[in-house]
């Protein structure tokens, strides 16, 4: 993974056989982002696990044919689950599979653009109403 930074914003490439996850973790400790904005990425994605809340749980499908890119976006808060990124990609037929991003893997590479806030500082909560662990502004 390669990355570099101007005022707020954040560049990094995701080299093929990275795990997504863990290099975004990676850059949030590196340049200290205690709260963002993926705003987006592009590239292909292998082994994409992803998710559609039923109401109750994230129903999974695990995706091992590589994919490519249609969306990549979320947020990063100062707490966790620090990352809440939905994505959607492009399978060889041309159909399309998106939902919440749980993992996967560059292949062959993703280039992603982050924004990080200054002051704005984003908190996930649980909403006892909707059960779900929400975001919140401190």
Do not use: Q
């Not at 795990?19 to 205690?34: K, M, R, V």
């Not at 987006?40 to 490519?68: A, C």
């Amino acid at each position: 993974m390669i990355s570099d930074v101007e005022d707020n914003m954040v560049m990094m490439k995701i080299e093929k056989g990275e795990d997504i996850s863990e290099s975004l973790n990676e850059i949030i400790e590196d340049y200290a982002i205690f709260s963002g904005i993926v705003v987006f990425g592009i590239g292909m994605i292998r082994d994409l696990e992803i998710g559609y809340w039923n109401g109750k749980e994230y129903v999974r499908e695990k995706l091992p044919e590589p994919g490519e890119l249609v969306s990549f976006h979320g947020s990063i808060s100062s707490n966790e689950p620090k990352l809440h990124i939905h994505t959607a990609i492009a399978m060889s037929d041309h159909t399309v599979k998106g939902g919440h991003f749980f993992s996967g893997v560059a292949d062959p590479l993703m280039e992603v653009h982050i924004v990080r806030f200054k002051e704005l500082v984003l908190k996930r909560e649980k909403n006892n109403i909707t059960g779900l662990t929400e975001l919140n502004f401190d």
